[in-house]
């Protein structure tokens, strides 16, 4: 079965500093690969996905992330963060031969003034 | 409209009470889910229903009992409550698509005293 490994468990950072969330995964098989934001008190909400084709993806909020498959990453970046983007950050994996989502531990990304 | 909507969204009881938690989404998924996060955050998958049927059950205390009446709902019952059973309990769905991305509920807050 898939695993996914989140390095960082927090990430400090000023406001308008870039931010890199790292998120590491093992699979036998084809992987889709998912990043979810989860803001205070509420449910995890989809940030980007990759599933195929170009292995850098964006989200609407300038978020990106890059699917390397010899190293097995996906981790997500920003250029400059707001103070809106403090909240946990999911990496999740899901395999081509089931309906099984895991997800990573989580980081916390707080971004200060 | 609410997507996928649980409730309630906070749950107080004592040990040993019997307590459900129901979703619904209105998506018209096909694939439904039940996740526990606990007090770090780490979100672990419980069970998971297509359909009306059973196709994931993570190693979960048998005290706990999914049940889906029809495939928009997904309702879970706990059995004689534990300490250790307080955590948010996240409701998800996604199409029966294994690229698919989860679409969560805003969870529920399940303390045991």
């Known amino acids: 079965a898939q695993s996914v490994t989140q390095l960082d468990s927090q990430v400090p950072v000023f406001e308008e500093a870039p931010v890199e969330l790292r998120c590491n995964y093992s699979?036998?098989?084809?992987?889709?690969l998912f990043w979810y934001v989860q803001y205070p008190n509420q449910g995890l909400q989809l940030l980007l996905k990759?599933?195929?084709?170009?292995?850098l993806v964006e989200s609407i909020n300038g978020f990106e992330a890059e699917f390397n498959k010899s190293q097995t990453s996906f981790h997500l970046r920003k250029p400059s963060v707001h103070i809106s983007d403090t909240a946990e950050y999911f990496c999740?994996?899901?395999?081509?031969?089931?309906?099984?989502?895991?997800f990573g531990a989580g980081t916390r990304l707080t971004v200060k003034p | 409209d609410t997507a996928v909507s649980q409730t309630p969204k906070y749950l107080v009881t004592q040990m040993g009470n019997d307590k459900s938690i129901k979703c619904e989404q209105n998506?018209?998924?096909?694939?439904m889910y039940w996740y526990k996060q606990d007090s770090k955050k780490f979100l672990k998958i419980m069970f998971s229903?297509?359909?009306?049927?059973?196709?994931i059950n993570e190693t979960v205390p048998n005290r706990f009992s999914p049940k889906s009446p029809d495939k928009a709902h997904l309702n879970l019952h706990i059995n004689s409550l534990e300490l250790g059973d307080s955590a948010v309990y996240f409701c998800?769905?996604?199409?029966?698509?294994?690229?698919?991305?989860?679409?969560f509920g805003n969870g529920t807050r399940l303390t045991v005293t």
């Open positions: 998800a769905s996604s199409p029966r698509v294994r690229n698919s991305p989860l679409h």
């Open positions: 699979s036998s098989v084809s992987v889709y």
């Open positions: 990759y599933l195929s084709g170009s292995t």
């Open positions: 999740a994996v899901s395999e081509d031969n089931n309906n099984d989502m895991r």
């Open positions: 998506l018209g998924h096909d694939t």
């Open positions: 229903y297509n359909n009306k049927e059973l196709i």
